[in-house]
């Protein structure tokens, strides 16, 4: 009989260690998820900033065949990538940027394919 006392004091005093053993299943996934935000924003950053440099360039090397200021144009687009404008160098017929988005600085050049 003291067996299943001793049994029985050992079931009573587990109560609850379910909840524990989730409560840190649930902050392990959380810490988890963390990690890999800060493992993968970097490289999502940089894929952003790289097309919003690509999208001022093209933008800048056409507004130079309308007749438009093509580093204003390049700023606009760059603004409306959530991205900032660097730097803006008119090399006719070529436009080259540099954009910043989120820490993550990309350039680019367009121009017109040249016919060599």
Not at 18 to 37: E, R
């Amino acid at each position: 009989m003291s067996a299943q006392k001793s049994y029985r004091a050992l079931l009573t005093t587990e109560r609850g260690s379910t909840t524990i053993l989730s409560a840190l299943i649930c902050a392990a996934l959380i810490a988890l998820g963390i990690g890999s935000y800060y493992l993968i924003a970097p490289l999502i950053f940089a894929s952003k900033s790289q097309s919003a440099a690509d999208m001022a360039a093209l933008g800048g090397a056409s507004a130079i065949w309308s007749g438009k200021n093509p580093c204003q144009i390049a700023q606009d687009i760059a603004h409306k990538n959530n991205s900032t404008l660097l730097s803006c160098e008119v090399l006719l017929p070529d436009v080259q940027v540099k954009v910043q988005y989120r820490g993550q600085k990309s350039s680019a050049r367009a121009g017109p394919l040249s016919a060599q």
